[in-house]
């Protein structure tokens, strides 16, 4: 959505709401949409990030929100102009909490922390170079602020101390009082933007996970991935021919490991880093067939690209009139912001790629660093900073894709190393090099705050313990994937972990029933499909309103939550590291069942867990009464579903089908299928479906499996 239709469609819908107004602190302001308000700070850069990406706000959605009003005052955000840049200065209570900026990997509670948010690849500490620096961030009293700048902002989350604060902490002396502190309270969170104006947007919610929501909503809801990208994903090594690929993909379907989607990395292309785009004729003579050959298998492709064009691409002088000053290894660096450039890839990969059936890309390198990437110095045919163009680039090329799948009436569900904000609409997942399982974990559960996907990919472990764990962990998240380009590592790599590796992608390709439930719900309502556990309200509200119940060991595990997370609405999911033998986890309130057995875990409480005890499988639990819809074999093709019922309560479950390949859905062209379990006073179960079942796409037979004995 460009800014002045923006701009035209935001009075507009004031106009309706309230009028803008001015504020004392010079800030014209107005409610957008239900929960949703927009003020503006100065004069406004002539670009931003939401002119990086195409929105709608789902109005619909945001009207099925309850009301809810911010519960601070805009106008007590203190805003100054100096330098020509902006000061914002938000109030902080005592014991606030603050989620989001950006994509962290470290810890989940931003507060105390310094970042300047800027796109980069991470490094392996949490300063804010990541792959999603998105300016967003949410307070646990019930709102969130969007900032609307595609420059590399400065925030100071609750670490600075104002001289005239009534909350400022007595001055000590170091040398004989043993109260004193290196870094005293802080009662605001400080954002610099260094430019003369700014948009703001604030969203209100009941809670942190209602505020999610809306911001979700606001930009269109979420993604609704091609079915098939649920499946668990391969990506072969680099130089890997069509014969080899095909060889490989026979060897994981022969060895009983299903998965639906095999990735291409560099060496399909005639020339990478830069690229040509155009298949290479000695290693695919005969791309059409090997996408064929593939498909036959149930398997889409994935194609690895970068930004970068080679002089040999059949577009480089087609794009001769949009390129950059600077170049990337030597390749030219197109203006993706421009209409022109996008619409000659788009062209080009109709033809190339997606009229031959290629499911999807890869679109690596957008994001850092700053050796490999061209400078804040480089001049755009567009007018763009290089600055700017840095923090949108990975946005702009994300678009494209989009654009050329949604033209052609077909979905996907395709990776990116970068992106930034509006983009949840967007069906790509981000993935990174960085491999610290423990840190790739923590970015899972953040992406939630921030309408981002995330998948913790397995790329390589030290020995089969740590295969296993990384396999498991990959498998309960919005995206599975072994990503064997640089480590060439195969399912099987580890004899001893063989057999788990085995179960478990077979148990993923079981679960897309549910995973494209979970996703329906991102989409309709906003709730991404894994969440932290603080977006969970079983969770926090047993925090806010049971805590002086809880044992002193819950509450200490429970103030930054960053190694499980929610997985769809009834599923919690613990992940295991290498070598970590057992673990905690926190329960929330109400029963919880074991996924694997059915037997009663516990409630509101911590369990610990034997990895090898619990048949060397990760801890995962299931909401009493939930039907968890399974498919009856580890096939993408399976017309059986299994609605797996556990615990003691009565159940209820709306299950979601469409045809998982065209935008037909957005016409009305999906069914619901309404389905139950009810318990009588002496505990039978007996559960039942509606008539809907045939209506459904991808099913015609479901039956039911009560695990709780």
Known sequence: MGKYLRLAVCVLIALGIAAFAVSDGGAQKGELQNGVWRAEYGKPAQFDLLDAVQFTPDKAGLDRLPKAELPIKIDDVAFQLQDGKVYLRFPLERDEQIYGLGLNFKKVNQRGTIRTLRMDIYHGRDDGRTHAPIPFFISSRGYGVFINSARKIDVYCGTTQLKDSPNASPER???????????????????????????????????????????????????????????????????????????????????????????????????????????DKERFPEPAGLIGELRKRGIEANLWMNGYVSKKSSIYDKLKDFYADHTVWCGAVPDYSMPQVREIFIDAFKKNHLDIGVGGFKLDENDGNDFWLYPDTTIFPSGISGEQ????????????????????????????????????????????????????????????????LWTPEACNARNADEWSKRIQSVAWSPLAMLNAWASKKKPWSFPEAEKDVRETFQLRARMVPYLYNAFYKYHKEGVPPLRAMVLEESFSGLLKNGGAKLSDEYKKLAEDVSDQWMLGDDILVAPMLGGQSSRKVLLPAGKWFDFYTGKYAGSAEVVSVDFAANGNRIPVYVRDGAIIPMSAAPDLKCRKLVLRHYGNLPGKLNLYDDDGVTFDYKKGNFAILPAEVDVSPDGKKTGKVGPELKNLFNYDEAEFEFMTK
Request: proline share 5%; charged share 20%.
């Open 389 to 452: 163009f840095r923090q949108t680039h990975a946005v702009f090329m994300a678009r494209m894709i989009n654009d050329l799948y949604e033209r052609n009436n077909r979905r996907t569900f395709s990776l990116v190393r970068g992106t930034n904000a509006g983009t949840n609409a967007y069906p790509f997942v981000l993935y990174s090099d960085y491999g610290n399982h423990k840190d790739i974990l923590t970015a899972a559960v953040n992406s939630s705050f921030i309408g981002t």
């Open 173 to 279: 002396d170091r040398a004989t009082d043993p109260k004193w502190e290196a870094r005293p309270y802080s009662d605001c969170l400080e954002i610099l933007v260094p430019q003369s104006g700014v948009e703001v947007y604030y969203f209100a919610g009941k809670d942190v996970a209602d505020v999610v929501r809306r911001y979700n909503l606001y930009f269109g809801g979420g993604a609704m991935p091609a079915r098939w990208g649920l499946g668990f994903w391969h990506r072969v090594p680099l130089k890997f021919t069509d014969k080899d690929a095909l060889r490989e993909a026979d060897e994981l379907i022969a060895k009983g490991f299903p998965f639906s989607v095999l990735g291409l990395e560099p060496g399909w292309q005639s020339n990478s880093y830069p690229c040509t785009y155009d298949w």
